[in-house]
């Protein structure tokens, strides 16, 4: 006759974790490959979304310059993968208030910036002006300014050396700032 052979308690606990173990990683693979699936999807159809219209992915890489409503815009658009044709055309009558479209570029060197200051981000000590020659410039805010307060709508007037974006002539950046006031 054969002998039946007993499992202990703690035998059937640690075949029961085992069969858990490998239900739980089967599980991880099969949502890791969902997610990676849509990651893949949505990278297509952002792509087919910015290939549509000519002037989205120019629309799409200035919007961090409007401020509070362009980082809203970005983060819809990081969430999403497009922007819908209202926040679109929005973000494109923005744009172009702020840049125009003339042939205009950011002088290289150093240079007298007069215009409007469009954002401050004063965690990062930054922030951008359109000046008046229609080149908006990114760059740290100036120390009299910063003592002042600036906030956006504010005028300013600075001298710094400004350096242009490789990508678009009209934007760029400025550093060491100096001479700055409110007008």
């Known amino acids: 006759m054969a002998t039946k052979t007993y499992r202990t308690q703690a035998q059937s606990k640690a075949n029961a974790a085992a069969r858990n173990k490998a239900y739980a990683d089967k599980l991880k693979e099969k949502r890791a490959a969902v997610r990676e699936q849509k990651a893949q999807e949505k990278a297509e159809f952002t792509d087919k979304w910015l290939s549509e219209v000519e002037d989205r992915q120019y629309i799409v890489d200035n919007v961090e310059l409007l401020g509070r409503f ?6 819809y658009f990081k969430r999403y993968g497009y922007l819908t044709p209202k926040q679109e055309e929005a973000a494109r009558k923005s744009i172009n208030l702020l840049i125009t ?33 229609k080149y908006a410039v990114w760059g740290s805010i100036p120390a009299a300014l910063r003592i002042s307060g600036v ?11 400004t350096e242009v974006n490789e990508s678009y002539q009209n934007t760029g950046r400025f550093i060491r700032p100096t001479k700055a006031s409110r007008l």
């Open 151 to 161: 906030k956006s709508g504010d005028r300013v007037e600075f001298w710094a050396e």
């Open 70 to 75: 362009g980082a809203g815009l970005s983060a």
């Open 101 to 133: 479209e003339e042939d205009i570029t950011v002088p290289a060197g150093r240079n007298k910036v007069v215009g409007t200051v469009v954002r401050t981000i004063p965690d990062k000590n930054i922030m951008l002006v359109a000046s008046d020659e």
